[in-house]
């Protein structure tokens, strides 16, 4: 890797070779996608008639119905990468995946509903593993008018509800604040984004722990942590994404400290929900928490199936039974 891994704004992409392949969805399975797993009606309609809106309304869909999970990639008791297909299957059984299987399973959809959406590619600075580019962003073109590009992340586990017109050089875009969490995007340079959170400065050292290791800067008198940097100067085909995620999936070494623990992540009813084999995290969109010891398996399993009944007990077991090895 090149460029200074301390300084967020000098930090350089390694370069990595396009690949050239498509996701295998039909548009047929995109609809069916969009209607009964996002359950958003008339779909079709809702594209030709407000575009706009029915964009928000997927990335709102996405983030309270498809878990941000660990458990889709648990294969013969072991994580594997899934190819494209396994990967869809997924999406379409509403058991998600992280955020290289959510987002480019997304921009296809989007695709299939008519927009020019592509996956392009991000760094975060918590992965201090071989593999710089750990995290996957969409790029949708020509929605405000020729030539302007929207940003959006509805695969992450951060409450990012709303994209953002690309339409600011230095400056940041509108500040976004829900669960207690401040974001914002910042334009490092040219086709380069960071998304940044405020934090602060007593729970610097906790952030770092968690995360393994952070970059941080000070703006209008307010901390802010770097959570990733999306870069916009090319697309990236899906076969790739499938990569990234199989080998984030594969070595829990390469991600952050929750990435080596079962992770059951969602937005539900207006509640984000956190479940590891600790116990299950509660915040409110006021930011109150509510954290729930598990006293024993038999706790944990009861609380996957109440908020996420799509996985099977089997699969349940599974993770519970790699998680614990590991």
């Given at each position: 890797m090149e460029g200074d891994q301390d300084n967020p704004l000098t930090f350089r992409f390694p370069c990595v070779l396009q690949v050239d392949d498509s996701y295998p969805l039909t548009k047929t399975e995109a609809i069916s996608y969009v209607e009964d797993v996002l359950r958003i009606t008339d779909c079709e309609r809702h594209v030709e008639t407000d575009p706009l809106s029915f964009l928000e309304k997927m990335i709102v869909q996405t983030k309270t119905r498809l878990p941000f999970s660990n458990l889709p990639f648990l294969i013969d008791g072991r994580p594997q990468r899934l190819s494209l297909e396994q990967s869809k299957q997924s999406m379409l059984?509403?058991?998600?995946?992280?955020?290289?299987?959510?987002?480019?399973?997304?921009?296809?959809?989007?695709?299939?509903?008519?927009?020019?959406?592509?996956?392009?590619?991000?760094?975060?600075?918590?992965f201090g593993g071989p593999l710089?580019?750990?995290?996957a962003g969409i790029v949708i073109k020509d929605l405000a008018g020729p030539g302007s590009r929207h940003l959006c992340d509805p695969g992450n586990r951060y409450p990012t509800f709303k994209m953002i017109l690309l339409d600011f050089e230095t400056s940041t875009a509108p500040l976004q604040e829900l669960y207690n969490v401040e974001s914002e995007y910042l334009m490092a340079r040219k086709n380069i984004v960071q998304l940044c959170q405020r934090v602060d400065v007593a729970d610097v050292r906790k952030v770092m722990e968690k995360t393994r290791w952070g970059q941080f800067h000070f703006e209008d008198g307010m901390l802010w942590s770097l959570i990733f940097t999306y870069d916009l100067n090319e697309a990236m085909g899906p076969s790739f994404f499938a990569d990234v995620s199989g080998a984030l999936a594969e070595d829990t070494n390469l991600g952050a400290s929750v990435h080596a623990d079962i992770i059951l992540f969602c937005y539900v009813n207006d509640i984000m929900v956190d479940i590891s084999s600790k116990g299950c995290l509660q915040i409110d969109k006021q930011g109150r928490k509510t954290f729930t010891r598990f006293n024993n398996v038999e706790e944990l399993k009861a609380s996957i199936h109440y908020y996420f009944p799509q996985y099977s007990v089997d699969q349940v077991e599974a993770a519970i039974k790699y998680f614990a090895l590991v």
């Open positions: 059984s509403q058991q998600g995946g992280n955020c290289c299987l959510i987002n480019p399973f997304t921009a296809a959809v989007l695709t299939h509903m008519g927009f020019e959406a592509e996956t392009v590619s991000a760094t975060a600075p918590r710089a580019v750990c995290h």
